[in-house]
């Protein structure tokens, strides 16, 4: 049977003079298979245009639409609002990152910034022989490897990390799983030391505090913690 859903969503637009957070709330009749992707998209073409939030793929690859649901940290398009029982849903931007409207975040420059912090490319000097076939790799490690590449940058772990909340420079479980997954691949030829040089301070490897947040709720399911704790044991040798 149909019911009347009800959704909060903060609205605040930090580049207007006149603007103040406030929740707007919503009223909606729920249909089969709503997620808040349709839900969001239903408020935007029926009771406000103005209401600001990201999607890309509505499918849980493009890490677009991460947002605090009843204050959890959630892909919308993969939540369904059939899993609250009561029919309310507060909806608020993520925290860490860089507020733009709404509901809407700048992941993208935070993660482009990540990214350019952890040196997120292969280090080599090798001169690849395009006439000769690839050299293989094991593969149990490159199924290891590529698991760690299922991140899609949502920065859902960013967001329930304790420890990026208190320490702003803090690079977060997506930035150390980053690091892991070069460590171990074969191709890259630095070293533990280059590594400590990256990511062995407290806005490091050293700085979690293991509250096991990032991994609960990313939805892709990463090992986060197993990794963190895979680099601190190889850094804090270094120390
Ligand atoms: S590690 Fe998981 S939660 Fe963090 S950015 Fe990647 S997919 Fe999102
Ligand atoms: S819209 Fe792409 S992950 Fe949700």
Redesign the pocket.
């Known amino acids: 049977m149909s019911r009347t859903i009800t959704i909060r969503a903060m609205k605040y637009n930090p580049n207007s003079k006149i603007s103040k957070p406030h929740f707007a709330e919503y009223k909606l009749e729920e249909t089969d298979g709503m997620t808040l992707f349709i839900a969001l998209t239903k408020i935007r073409e029926t009771l406000d245009a103005d209401l600001s939030f990201d999607f890309v793929c509505r499918a849980g690859i493009c890490?677009s639409c991460g947002m605090m649901v009843n204050g959890t940290p959630k892909l919308a398009c993969r939540t369904l609002t059939k899993d609250f029982p009561d029919g309310v849903i507060q909806l608020m931007p993520l925290p860490a990152f860089k507020l733009l409207k709404d509901l809407s975040v700048d992941t993208g420059n935070w993660m482009n910034e990540m990214s350019k912090r952890v040196e997120s490319w292969i280090h080599t000097n090798h001169q690849p022989d395009i006439s000769k076939l690839e050299a293989p790799m094991e593969p149990k490690l490159a199924d290891e490897t590529f698991e760690l590449d299922?991140?899609?940058?949502?920065?859902?772990?960013?967001a329930a990390c304790g420890t990026k909340l208190m320490r702003p420079n803090f690079i977060g479980?997506?930035g150390l799983?980053r690091v892991a997954r070069f460590a171990m691949d074969p191709h890259d030829n630095r070293t533990d030391e280059d590594f400590y040089e990256l990511v062995g301070d407290d806005d490091g490897i050293f700085g979690c505090m293991s509250l096991l947040a990032?991994e609960d709720?990313?939805?892709?399911h990463?090992p986060?913690q197993s990794k963190i704790a895979y680099m601190r044991r190889k850094l804090a040798a270094l120390r």
Request: proline share 5%.
């Open positions: 890490g299922r991140c899609i940058e949502c920065g859902i772990c960013v479980a997506v799983n990032c709720n990313c939805p892709k990463l986060l």
